[in-house]
């Protein structure tokens, strides 16, 4: 697999990516539930294989319920749902063969949830005020499992980076926080998953 350098950083030479199957129903799990109450921000790269599986890959989501979530449409909308309030913004420039970086930003007043796409906003629009919770990462419920690549996922509260998951292991059935310690344990998922890369000359190829 060759794939564009898109977000991920053109200086790192070698790494690990795993590739997730929605078909397969991987996702990971975190050790500890993760309870935004203010202001935050969700952050993550990806490479966004349309899903097989469902219109609605979920990145953000919690095992208990449906309630709070993110989610990438299949027509490139992002959905983020707080305390079973659903908003919806459009994308415009989604290329799902490279990297793409997103971002997710809630602040309370005013009241805005915004979201990014290679650093351009894609517009905001008013939300809920609510707890945001979440604890899986990849999928939500036992629903919307992601296809494709994961990684370098960050958590930032109130402007504080609190949790941080590269998801650069070569056995993806635990995932390293290197923030917090809140570490994820994966879901039908081991080292025949992950793929060591190298990027050459702007492109990320398998070693």
Same mark, same amino acid.
């Given at each position: 697999?060759?794939?564009?350098?898109?977000?991920?950083?053109?200086?790192?030479?070698?790494?690990?990516?795993?590739?997730?199957?929605?078909?397969?129903?991987?996702?990971?799990?975190?050790?500890?539930?993760?309870?935004?109450?203010?202001?935050?921000?969700? #952050?993550?790269?990806?490479?966004?294989?349309?899903?097989?599986?469902?219109? +609605?890959?979920?990145?953000? &989501?919690?095992?208990?319920?449906?309630?709070?979530?993110?989610?990438?449409?299949?027509? !490139? #909308?992002?959905?983020?749902?707080?305390?079973?309030?659903?908003?919806?913004? +459009?994308?415009?420039?989604?290329?799902?063969?490279?990297?793409?970086?997103?971002?997710?930003?809630?602040?309370?007043?005013?009241?805005?949830?915004?979201?990014?796409?290679?650093?351009?906003?894609? !517009?905001?629009?008013?939300?809920?005020?609510?707890?945001?919770?979440?604890?899986?990462? +990849?999928?939500?419920?036992?629903?919307?499992?992601?296809?494709?690549?994961? !990684?370098?996922?960050?958590?930032?509260?109130? &402007?504080?980076?609190?949790?941080?998951?590269?998801?650069?292991?070569?056995?993806?059935?635990?995932?390293?926080?290197?923030?917090?310690?809140?570490?994820?344990?994966?879901?039908?998922?081991? +080292?025949?998953?992950?793929?060591?890369?190298?990027?050459?000359? &702007?492109?990320?190829?398998?070693?």
């Amino acid at each position: 697999m060759i794939l564009g350098v898109g977000a991920f950083n053109a200086s790192e030479k070698v790494r690990y990516f795993t590739d997730l199957t929605a078909t397969s129903s991987q996702s990971w799990t975190l050790d500890s539930t993760v309870d935004l109450t203010g202001d935050f921000e969700l #952050h993550w790269e990806s490479v966004d294989t349309l899903d097989p599986v469902s219109d +609605g890959a979920r990145i953000f &989501g919690s095992s208990a319920s449906s309630e709070d979530l993110v989610k990438l449409f299949d027509t !490139g #909308h992002i959905a983020v749902k707080i305390n079973n309030f659903n908003r919806t913004i +459009g994308t415009t420039g989604l290329d799902r063969t490279i990297f793409n970086k997103w971002s997710v930003t809630r602040t309370i007043s005013p009241n805005v949830l915004e979201v990014f796409l290679n650093s351009v906003s894609q !517009g905001t629009i008013t939300t809920s005020t609510s707890s945001f919770t979440l604890d899986q990462l +990849g999928s939500g419920a036992g629903l919307g499992f992601k296809e494709g690549i994961l !990684g370098n996922v960050k958590i930032y509260d109130a &402007g504080t980076l609190i949790h941080s998951w590269s998801i650069d292991e070569a056995n993806p059935a635990a995932i390293v926080d290197s923030v917090a310690g809140n570490n994820g344990t994966g879901a039908n998922l081991s +080292g025949t998953d992950a793929a060591l890369y190298r990027n050459n000359h &702007g492109k990320w190829t398998i070693v």
